[in-house]
């Protein structure tokens, strides 16, 4: 870990030395945050080293990263699933019909597992080689344990996942099929949450919970490092992120910031956090002007942000404050529909909370709380093949019809398909 100085709290500020297996604070419990040399980044790594480097994976920025020097000598960043690379899609016919001259689409749904949570998943594995363990557990509302299990498997590593019963069976299906030892929780998340705590209590396996360990929000943040190097270094306007546990949105805004504090970028972009409407305690909290938590129900489809008791609270409403960002909070409708847009006019298809971010850009321009102007980049979190239900629920059946030509000709016509 070259250019990482430590992991300080962010409650009562107390400094530990960040060992692998770190996660809160010893003296208050609170959160930890790596710190890391800025200057000594600055002066080791240039934009044309990194223009000349040819992984394009998340592990191009390992000079940003928490990784152990024997680790990278030990070949582990090369040998794991290609995590991070993803595309960034000027997003002219989506731009053109909200009126936005500027628009980029992240899909992050590319990734090797399909969706964000790959990015920490690939360092929490790496962690927890660190930390000696061959066991890692997590629980999630989904996509962090499918990409910890897939990621865990390339490297022969044990999982132990919990999730709500409610996660979509997609997500469930990854999970079986990683050979992830599977906990089905009768319960919301909170409860999914407070089981697999225990369990990790009982056993001692390696913790990957978001939030809890400060490494996954590290891991995330390489979404926003892509983003500026693939915008040529111009960091944008706005970056919209749908929030659920708030460890993504607080890991972007960690990003854009270690890129400004190494001279990198020389503006940072405002955040755009969009929470349904049934579950959006960060933003509520943001809104308030408050950093108490009112825990809410979880009523939303959109399952990966249905977090009603947030882990990474704190961060991520300093985040939102610190970037001087908006909040948005989207029906369920409205995620439907953002869903269905975005496919029809890109050819990206995300799941619900994957097209949130987007859907509340749409809101947020509708109601005119961004300049038409802007330059914006919207992160398609995770793929809609996860969750077929909504998408269908979103995109509608086909026509169905026997194999009869003149039956065929009829329903064009009824329809205007070829009009
Ligand atoms: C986890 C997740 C989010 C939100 O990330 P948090 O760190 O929980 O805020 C958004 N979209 C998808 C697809 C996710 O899996
Ligand atoms: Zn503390």
């Known amino acids: 870990m070259k250019f990482v100085k430590s992991a300080i709290c962010i409650q009562c500020g107390e400094e530990h030395h960040a060992l692998p297996g770190l996660t809160t604070c010893r003296q208050c419990g609170g959160l930890l945050d790596i710190?890391?040399?800025y200057p000594a980044i600055a002066a080791n790594l240039s934009k044309q080293d990194l223009a000349a480097r040819q992984d394009n994976t998340m592990w191009r920025f390992r000079e940003f990263?928490?990784?152990a020097e024997e680790s990278v000598a030990a070949g582990l960043l090369s040998s794991g699933l290609k995590v991070g690379g993803s595309p960034l899609y000027p997003a002219k016919a989506l731009g053109g019909q909200l009126g936005l001259s500027s628009l980029f689409i992240k899909d992050d749904g590319l990734n090797p597992t399909a969706s964000l949570k790959d990015r920490a998943s690939a360092l929490a594995v790496i962690k927890a080689?660190?930390?000696?363990?061959?066991?890692?557990?997590c629980s999630s509302t989904?996509?962090?344990?499918?990409?910890?299990?897939?990621?865990?498997?390339?490297r022969g590593l044990k999982t132990f996942i919990f999730v709500p019963?409610?996660?979509?069976?997609g997500k469930v299906a990854q999970l079986m099929m990683f050979g992830a030892k599977v906990i089905s929780v009768e319960g919301s998340y909170e409860d999914t949450f407070r089981l697999s705590?225990?369990?990790?209590d009982r056993w001692g396996w390696y913790n990957r919970n978001a939030a809890i360990n400060p490494y996954m929000l590290e891991g995330k943040k390489t979404v926003a490092l892509e983003i500026a190097e693939q915008l040529n270094w111009q960091a944008p306007d706005y970056v919209a992120i749908s929030v659920g546990d708030g460890c993504t949105i607080a890991g972007v805004w960690k990003g854009f910031k270690d890129l400004y504090e190494t001279g990198f970028i020389d503006k940072l972009p405002r955040l755009i956090s969009v929470q349904a409407a049934g579950c959006c305690p960060i933003n509520n909290a943001v809104d308030a002007d408050s950093?108490?938590?009112?825990p809410m129900e979880e009523n939303t489809l959109a399952d990966s942000i249905a977090v009603g008791v947030p882990r990474n609270f704190l961060k991520a409403v300093r985040a939102i404050k610190e970037s001087k960002g908006i909040t948005v909070n989207v029906s369920d409708q409205e995620i439907l529909e953002a869903m269905a847009l975005l496919g029809k006019t890109q050819g990206v298809f995300g799941e619900p909370a994957g097209v949130t971010g987007t859907a509340g850009l749409i809101?947020?321009?509708?109601?005119?709380?961004?300049?038409a102007d802007a330059t914006v980049v919207s992160v398609v979190t995770g793929n809609g093949l996860k969750d077929i239900a909504n998408a269908i629920n979103a995109a509608g059946q086909p026509l169905l019809l026997p194999p009869d030509l003149e039956r065929l000709a009829g329903e064009f016509k009824n329809l205007g398909w070829l009009s």
């Open 197 to 200: 705590a225990e369990a990790i």
């Open 165 to 169: 019963s409610r996660a979509p069976k």
């Open 291 to 294: 950093e108490t938590l009112v």
């Open 363 to 371: 809101k947020a321009l509708a109601e005119k709380r961004i300049p």
């Open 35 to 37: 710190l890391y040399d």
């Open 142 to 154: 989904g996509n962090a344990a499918s990409s910890l299990a897939g990621n865990a498997a390339a």
């Open 129 to 137: 080689i660190e930390a000696g363990a061959d066991t890692i557990a």
């Open 65 to 67: 990263l928490p990784v």
